[in-house]
């Protein structure tokens, strides 16, 4: 069965502390791994698409990165605004369109 | 550029029912799909539509939910006879066409609540 897990489950740090979150997965055919960010109340806001394992991605204070059981979520000198739930989601190569699989989450929380 | 709309934001029925969610996708956007996120739960995918046409529905329940997409107007959610443990928030996402190697872009979700 495919299955994708965060960790941690939440996660505080200090604005300017570095850290990463942890997304591993288990699919049979990776077509691809996604990170969104959401808000509460908001919907899901895209963040980055992997294809292929030793891909890394990166926006502003943020790197992905994707090996063949796990992505990464590095998160650079944090800031408040980077406050929010950052899900990984996976798309199986035997599903049509854009079905995807996501963890729980990882709620993040920057203090200043 | 729009993004995608979803209506009513918020939605509060009683048990036994009707629920009706509507969805516009993005513009340029003709594939919708339907999720659920139920508390402390994940987001979990209920069906996958095209113009006109069902291509997933795998993650539908069997009986009371329904969804279609017509050739014109939004794609609706249907709950017939709701009970309190549909209470969730519903969201729908927009892809192009070429949806297989294109991300899904997410509405802000209706959040429905059964009394």
């Known amino acids: 069965e495919d299955q994708v897990t965060q960790s941690p489950e939440a996660l505080r740090l200090q604005e300017g502390e570095s850290s990463s979150l942890n997304c591993s997965y288990t699919?049979?055919?990776?077509?691809?791994l996604f990170w969104y960010r959401q808000d509460p109340g908001k919907g899901p806001e895209f963040l980055f698409t992997?294809?292929?394992a030793g891909e890394e991605k990166e926006k502003e204070r943020l790197k992905a990165t994707l090996t063949k059981k796990e992505s990464f979520l590095h998160i650079t000198a944090p800031k408040p605004e980077d406050s929010a739930t950052y899900l990984c989601?996976?798309?199986?190569?035997?599903?049509?369109?854009?079905?995807?699989?996501f963890g729980q989450g990882t709620e993040l929380s920057v203090k200043p | 550029n729009a993004g995608v709309m979803q209506n009513p934001r918020h939605l509060v029925r009683r048990r036994g029912q009707e629920a009706r969610l509507r969805c516009s996708p993005m513009?340029?956007?003709?594939?919708v799909y339907w999720y659920r996120q139920l508390p402390e739960e994940g987001l979990k995918f209920m069906v996958y539509?095209?113009?006109?046409?069902?291509?997933?529905e795998s993650g539908m329940p069997k009986e009371r939910f329904s969804a279609e997409f017509p050739k014109e107007g939004p794609s609706i959610l249907r709950i017939q006879q709701v009970v309190r443990g549909d209470s969730a928030a519903y969201f729908c996402?927009?892809?192009?066409?070429?949806?297989?190697?294109?991300?899904?872009?997410f509405g802000n979700g209706t959040r429905l609540t059964v009394t």
């Open positions: 996402a927009s892809s192009t066409r070429d949806a297989n190697n294109s991300p899904l872009h």
């Open positions: 699919v049979s055919g990776l077509r691809g």
């Open positions: 992997l294809y292929s």
């Open positions: 989601a996976v798309q199986a190569m035997r599903n049509q369109g854009g079905k995807l699989i």
């Open positions: 513009k340029g956007h003709s594939h």
């Open positions: 539509l095209q113009k006109e046409n069902i291509i997933d």
